[in-house]
Structure formats: structure tokens, C-alpha cells
């Protein structure tokens, strides 16, 4: 596949995560016997991220932590801080949204992001180094999960044995990729949506003694040398003295940006520190995407996510704007099946970096052999809109699908620029062997527009790069069934018989099928408790 080669390091580090580039890679490995293996896969990115414009004045001084939007500082598992700081993100977006939340499991996205029995996925090993993308592919894919219901003690056959059976409590649905140029786009990110993600490299070097001020100020390092972490930034503060950092180490101006870190409630200051706004290489791309979550749904027995690609974005499907220089639009498209019964469109999400472009969303039929019509007068439109950021887009709409096989069509028009891509999960290697492999198969994804039928993208991967092992689009749909949320007595309404039902399994006087007990769990944490039969009471009387 003729894809740019990019030369990929494995970078010694104390804390590790990864970033990645897509493509024909060459890594090299080293060995490190400190207390956490860490690694970080650097590459020479191109440039991505969006400016956010305040929608007002920004403080001089902001905390997610003193307003109360975060959860406890947790000392991370093996090499995890990507998995610790993207959760800890969510949580506290999670909170500024009056949502309940103690942690989210950081475990159960580790294992989750580990080699398949089929060979494809991630292929890391749980205790080996990450990479910023799993998270993003799990949050949107799978959700996350309660911690309490996959604590960092489970091991990877509890995950193996338990994968069927969790159900995701929330799911994410928008992230904006954010560009760490810019001091008021972090700022914003962290105002309104609570927290960033940030990475930098670390050396113990530029840390205070007391574990609370960092500022690196060597410059021009080179690949090899850079050791990665991943913090959450919740805060900042322009007056931060530059007299608090080390004394040969120390920025010409205050101010700094406060950090949640993942090495314990006992590190720096009850788990946090701070971090100047003049480090050499906060926001590196070499660290891969600095990102801030911006929006999430609660999933429950009743809403599904239709999606062929599981791992979210590893590349962006840009290549039709050398193959096509005169196209100005191309529509994506990837056919799901509705018949299980989970056909109410509520909301559909795509990945693209094509900032600017105008894009519209049609829901598609498809012919007896599963293929998207090119005819367009059967197209339905759901939505429109413009790509305001680069990053993941939610888009709601509200569209009855037929159970049956269909697709769902993003078209994107080209942008100033010039492109109009789509996210794909596309391979990625070092050497010859695969860091991640998708399971791409023919029948899931398709362009209209490309050529005078729509072409099956697996036959694009092929005919234009001779690579049978492809990608995928990143375009799911979240659907509701027709189902009654509580309706653990499967009738069709949510009645006080449900209640009852759910107490008398409590009392272990009735025995629920694994659906009822999907049901039973009215508030999804995983757990059939009195609590639950409480909601519906409460849901039946008005309450809630």
C-alpha cells in the first residue's frame, strides 16, 4: 500500500503511552527495568487539531477541582496513563453534567485494546505500552464501563470471560482534536467541557522536589529521547510564579496549567501538579493528539451503536483528493443491519479532520446483495451541517429505519483546503507486523460518487493501493428499539409488575433470563439492586 513511511522509536519512559502513524512503519525497541515499563511511539505527524474560540471572557484562574468536577487521583496499572487520563476526562465531564460517577474502569480499556483471538484489533500486550487511540476507538465504540464492575485487580481472562456479559454505561460521541499551539483553545476545552488531555515529556530533571512544578526547557530533542506521559489538564492559573519551577529550570513568564496525573493520590499535591505554559513539548505531536471530550450518551437495554469499525480513526480516508482533483464531494457510506430490531435512528456520529466542509446525512437503502443505491432520489435526509472541528461529530437525528438492511451515507463536500475525507481504521506496522489490524471485510463500507457505481472501499484498498487488508469508515448510529426501558416482564409497557418482578429476584423467589435482568437493571450500572426496582416505581409516579 502506498502510504507515507514513516520512522517510528519506542522511547524508554517512566509513565507510558503511545501515539501512532498509520502506515508502513519501522520500530525500534529498547529495554527499561523501571517500576513502570513505559513507551511512547513517536512519529512525525502531520499537524491536527482545531482553535475553539471562548464564547466569552476567560478567568485568569480556573479549577475543575475546585468547582468540583473531578474524581480522585488514582495511581495507574502497567503502562495505562492514556487510560487513566482519557476516563478521568470523562468522568469529569460526566460530573459537570450532573452525572453520578465514582471512577470508570481503566482495566477493562486495556484488555480491551489487546490482541484478538482472530488476530486483528490492537496487538499490545495489557502490560506493554498503549496508544492514545485506543481510548479514543474504545470510548466511542464499546463506552466505559463502572470501575466497580472491572477494577484494576481483574485480569485479562476476567475480561476474556466477562466481555459478553457488560454492558457499556455511557458512550462517547464528540471529540474535538485540539491544536496545543494556542493557550485560549486549552483554556476553552477545559472550560467548557472540563478537562484536556495533554501530553508531554517527561524528566525527572525539571521536577521540583516536591513533585508539584515541572517546566522543561531544553530544547531539540530528537525522537529517541522523548519519554511520554498523559495528564488530564483541569485548570490553569496566570499567575503561577515562574520563581515555583526549578531554579536552572525556570520559564521567562507565570502562569501554568494544572494537571491531574495518574501516580497516586500521594504525588505532588493529593495527585496533582502543574505544568508551564512555556514547556518545550506539552502538546508535542510527536505524542500524538491532544484531545478534549465533548460529549457522551447514556446507554441502556433499549439503545444499541450500529457500527463496522470498532477501533475508532487510526487514519483519515483523504485519498480521493489526488485520485479526483476536480471531485467536490464524496459520500461514505456503511451498511448496517436493522432487523434485530434496534432501527430508531437517534444520532449519527462520524469521524473527519476536514474542518470547514459542509456535510449532509442520508439514511440509504440497499439492494438484495446488501449494495447502497446510487440513485438518489431514494437517499431520506436526516441532517446538515458544517465540520466545526477536527475530531469525532455526533449529529442528531430521528429516523425510523426498516428492520432490515440499510446504510447510512455522510457526504462531505470539499473544504478550503481542498479536502473532504472520512475517518478509517487502517492498519498499522512496524516492520512486518501489524500494531493494529482491523476487521475489515468486504460489504461494510462503500463510496458513491467515486466511480459510476458505488465501489465497495475494500476494492478501492485494493484496485488503488494493491492492500487487501483495508479499513473501515468510521461512521456509526446510535439506535433505540421499540422496547420499553424496565419492561422486565417483556409485555411491551413499564408497569408495576416490573418492579415487583425485579424485588422478587432480589428476594431470589424468581429466577430473570439474562434479557430480563438486561431490563431489570433500570438505571445500567450492571447491577439488579432495590435500586432499581425504586426507579421505576419512581418513573411510574412521575418523579423521574
Same mark, same amino acid.
Given at each position: 500500500?502506498?502510504?507515507r513511511?514513516?520512522? $517510528?522509536?519506542? +522511547?524508554?519512559? &517512566?509513565?507510558?503511552?503511545?501515539?501512532?502513524?498509520?502506515?508502513?512503519?519501522?520500530?525500534?525497541?529498547?529495554?527499561?527495568?523501571?517500576?513502570?515499563?513505559g513507551? +511512547?511511539?513517536?512519529?512525525?505527524?502531520?499537524?491536527?487539531?482545531?482553535?475553539?474560540?471562548?464564547?466569552?471572557?476567560?478567568?485568569?484562574?480556573?479549577?475543575? %477541582?475546585?468547582?468540583?468536577?473531578?474524581?480522585?487521583?488514582?495511581?495507574?496499572?502497567?503502562?495505562?496513563?492514556?487510560a487513566?487520563?482519557?476516563?478521568?476526562?470523562?468522568?469529569?465531564?460526566? *460530573?459537570?453534567?450532573?452525572?453520578? *460517577?465514582?471512577?470508570?474502569?481503566?482495566?477493562?480499556?486495556?484488555?480491551?485494546?489487546?490482541?484478538?483471538?482472530?488476530g486483528?484489533?490492537?496487538?499490545?500486550?495489557?502490560?506493554?505500552?498503549?496508544?492514545?487511540?485506543?481510548?479514543?476507538g474504545?470510548?466511542?465504540?464499546?463506552?466505559?464501563?463502572?470501575?466497580?464492575?472491572?477494577?484494576?485487580? &481483574?485480569?485479562?481472562?476476567?475480561?476474556?470471560?466477562?466481555?459478553?456479559?457488560?454492558?457499556?454505561?455511557?458512550?462517547?460521541?464528540?471529540?474535538?482534536?485540539?491544536?496545543?499551539?494556542?493557550?485560549?483553545?486549552?483554556?476553552?476545552?477545559?472550560y467548557?467541557? /472540563?478537562?484536556?488531555?495533554?501530553?508531554?515529556?517527561?524528566?525527572?530533571?525539571?521536577?521540583?522536589?516536591?513533585?508539584?512544578s515541572?517546566?522543561?526547557?531544553?530544547?531539540?530533542?530528537?525522537?529517541?529521547?522523548?519519554?511520554?506521559?498523559? =495528564?488530564?489538564?483541569?485548570?490553569?492559573?496566570?499567575?503561577?510564579?515562574?520563581?515555583?519551577?526549578?531554579?536552572?529550570? %525556570?520559564?521567562?513568564?507565570? /502562569?501554568?496549567?494544572?494537571?491531574?496525573?495518574?501516580?497516586?493520590?500521594?504525588?505532588?499535591?493529593?495527585?496533582?501538579?502543574?505544568?508551564?505554559?512555556?514547556?518545550?513539548?506539552?502538546?508535542?505531536?510527536?505524542?500524538?493528539?491532544?484531545?478534549? =471530550?465533548?460529549?457522551?450518551?447514556?446507554?441502556?437495554?433499549?439503545?444499541?451503536?450500529k457500527?463496522?469499525?470498532?477501533?475508532?480513526?487510526?487514519?483519515?480516508?483523504?485519498?480521493?483528493?489526488?485520485? %479526483?482533483?476536480? &471531485?467536490?464531494?464524496?459520500?461514505?457510506?456503511?451498511?448496517?443491519?436493522?432487523?434485530? /430490531?434496534?432501527h430508531?435512528?437517534?444520532?449519527?456520529?462520524?469521524?473527519?479532520t476536514?474542518?470547514?466542509?459542509?456535510?449532509?446525512?442520508?439514511?440509504?437503502?440497499?439492494?438484495?446483495?446488501?449494495?447502497?443505491?446510487?440513485?438518489?432520489?431514494?437517499?431520506?435526509? $436526516?441532517?446538515?451541517?458544517?465540520?466545526?472541528?477536527?475530531?469525532?461529530?455526533?449529529?442528531?437525528?430521528?429516523?425510523?429505519?426498516?428492520?432490515?438492511?440499510?446504510? +447510512?451515507?455522510?457526504?462531505?463536500?470539499?473544504?478550503?483546503?481542498?479536502?473532504?475525507?472520512? /475517518?478509517?481504521?487502517?492498519?498499522?506496522?512496524?516492520?512486518?507486523?501489524?500494531?493494529?489490524?482491523?476487521?475489515?471485510?468486504?460489504?461494510?463500507?462503500?463510496?458513491?460518487?467515486?466511480?459510476?457505481?458505488? &465501489?465497495?472501499?475494500?476494492?478501492?484498498?485494493?484496485?488503488?493501493?494493491?492492500?487487501?487488508?483495508?479499513?473501515?469508515f468510521?461512521?456509526?448510529?446510535?439506535?433505540?428499539s421499540?422496547?420499553?426501558?424496565?419492561?422486565?416482564?417483556r409485555?411491551?409497557? $413499564?408497569?408495576?409488575?416490573d418492579?415487583?418482578?425485579?424485588?422478587?429476584?432480589?428476594?431470589?423467589?424468581?429466577?430473570l433470563?439474562? *434479557?430480563?435482568?438486561?431490563?431489570?437493571?433500570?438505571?445500567?450500572?450492571?447491577?439488579?439492586? +432495590?435500586?432499581?426496582?425504586? $426507579?421505576?416505581q %419512581?418513573?411510574?409516579?412521575?418523579?423521574?
Open positions: 500500500m502506498k502510504k513511511l514513516i520512522s $517510528l522509536f519506542l +522511547i524508554v519512559s &517512566m509513565m507510558g503511552m503511545s501515539a501512532v502513524c498509520a502506515g508502513a512503519a519501522e520500530l525500534d525497541e529498547a529495554d527499561t527495568g523501571s517500576e513502570f515499563e513507551a +511512547i511511539v513517536a512519529a512525525d505527524y502531520s499537524e491536527v487539531g482545531s482553535e475553539l474560540v471562548p464564547t466569552s471572557e476567560l478567568p485568569s484562574y480556573y479549577s475543575s %477541582r475546585d468547582e468540583g468536577f473531578v474524581t480522585p487521583a488514582r495511581r495507574q496499572q502497567y503502562n495505562t496513563c492514556w487513566y487520563s482519557s476516563t478521568a476526562s470523562l468522568e469529569t465531564l460526566m *460530573i459537570k453534567n450532573n452525572k453520578n *460517577i465514582e471512577h470508570l474502569s481503566t482495566m477493562h480499556m486495556n484488555y480491551w485494546g489487546c490482541s484478538t483471538d482472530r486483528t484489533g490492537w496487538q499490545p500486550s495489557y502490560s506493554a505500552a498503549g496508544y492514545p487511540y485506543i481510548a479514543l474504545y470510548l466511542t465504540s464499546f463506552g466505559a464501563i463502572e470501575n466497580s464492575l472491572f477494577s484494576e485487580s &481483574m485480569s485479562k481472562s476476567d475480561y476474556d470471560a466477562t466481555i459478553d456479559k457488560l454492558y457499556p454505561y455511557v458512550g462517547v460521541n464528540s471529540i474535538i482534536y485540539l491544536t496545543g499551539s494556542d493557550r485560549d483553545t486549552i483554556k476553552t476545552a477545559v467548557e467541557y /472540563g478537562a484536556a488531555i495533554g501530553n508531554f515529556h517527561y524528566n525527572t530533571s525539571y521536577m521540583t522536589s516536591d513533585n508539584i515541572y517546566y522543561c526547557d531544553v530544547e531539540g530533542l530528537a525522537t529517541s529521547e522523548l519519554n511520554g506521559h498523559a =495528564i488530564e489538564i483541569v485548570g490553569w492559573d496566570d499567575s503561577y510564579s515562574k520563581e515555583n519551577f526549578v531554579a536552572d529550570h %525556570r520559564p521567562s513568564s507565570n /502562569g501554568a496549567w494544572l494537571c491531574k496525573n495518574s501516580w497516586g493520590p500521594t504525588y505532588g499535591d493529593n495527585g496533582y501538579f502543574w505544568i508551564s505554559y512555556e514547556d518545550e513539548y506539552l502538546f508535542e505531536k510527536r505524542f500524538g493528539p491532544s484531545y478534549t =471530550i465533548k460529549g457522551f450518551n447514556d446507554m441502556t437495554a433499549v439503545r444499541e451503536v457500527q463496522n469499525e470498532i477501533y475508532g480513526s487510526t487514519y483519515e480516508f483523504n485519498y480521493i483528493k489526488a485520485l %479526483r482533483p476536480l &471531485m467536490s464531494k464524496m459520500t461514505y457510506v456503511n451498511v448496517f443491519d436493522f432487523s434485530d /430490531g434496534y430508531n435512528i437517534e444520532q449519527v456520529v462520524f469521524e473527519s476536514s474542518e470547514g466542509s459542509a456535510y449532509s446525512v442520508y439514511y440509504i437503502p440497499v439492494d438484495e446483495s446488501g449494495v447502497p443505491t446510487a440513485d438518489t432520489d431514494s437517499w431520506k435526509l $436526516l441532517a446538515t451541517g458544517t465540520v466545526g472541528y477536527q475530531g469525532y461529530h455526533s449529529v442528531d437525528v430521528s429516523y425510523n429505519a426498516p428492520k432490515s438492511k440499510g446504510a +447510512i451515507g455522510v457526504q462531505i463536500e470539499k473544504n478550503a483546503d481542498g479536502n473532504f475525507g472520512i /475517518g478509517s481504521d487502517e492498519w498499522l506496522s512496524k516492520s512486518s507486523t501489524y500494531l493494529f489490524k482491523p476487521d475489515s471485510t468486504y460489504g461494510q463500507s462503500y463510496l458513491i460518487g467515486y466511480d459510476t457505481a458505488p &465501489m465497495d472501499v475494500m476494492t478501492f484498498y485494493n484496485n488503488e493501493h494493491n492492500d487487501a487488508v483495508g479499513g473501515t468510521v461512521i456509526k448510529a446510535l439506535c433505540s421499540d422496547d420499553v426501558e424496565g419492561d422486565v416482564g409485555d411491551g409497557t $413499564l408497569d408495576i409488575t418492579a415487583t418482578l425485579t424485588q422478587r429476584t432480589l428476594a431470589e423467589m424468581v429466577t433470563s439474562d *434479557i430480563q435482568k438486561r431490563f431489570a437493571d433500570f438505571n445500567n450500572d450492571g447491577y439488579v439492586e +432495590i435500586t432499581d426496582a425504586t $426507579l421505576m %419512581r418513573r411510574l409516579a412521575g418523579y423521574v
